[in-house]
């Protein structure tokens, strides 16, 4: 009987708390609702040429990255080719491996599958 009261109270207590976080949610959204209303076609056209902006320098660093190599799985056959290649980026994923090892095989098959996605790094 004791243990239902506190269930009960720990769920009011969750609930309220809910609610709370809810309505300063809602009242945050709704103020950024009401301050893109106010805008005026100055404020929404700066708006739209710093969102292009944000676009275009994540493109460009896209392209960056790929033309570094980036979201490509290769073999670098010597330390100092290794050593080289790593200089040029500041994300670096590395697999080190011996063929004798159980599971490289599969770990290298999945390493080249994620690869195209993994532009970041």
């Not at 275009?56 to 190599?69: D, F, I, T, Y």
């Not at 491996?97 to 098959?109: M, N, T």
Request: contains cysteine; hydrophobic residues 35%.
């Amino acid at each position: 009987m004791e243990a239902d009261a506190s269930v009960d109270m720990f769920s009011k207590v969750l609930e309220n708390q809910l609610l709370q976080t809810t309505k300063l949610v809602e009242e945050h959204l709704d103020s950024e609702i009401q301050k893109l209303d106010q805008m005026d076609e100055d404020e929404l056209e700066r708006l739209k040429e710093k969102r292009l902006e944000a676009l275009r320098k994540a493109q460009q660093q896209k392209q960056e990255w790929l033309s570094k190599g980036h979201g490509e799985y290769r073999e670098i056959p010597s330390e100092r080719d290794f050593f080289q290649e790593v200089k040029e980026s500041k994300k670096v994923v590395c697999h080190f491996y011996r063929d004798s090892a159980f599971r490289v095989a599969y770990l290298r098959v999945k390493s080249f599958l994620a690869m195209p996605f993994s532009f970041s790094s």
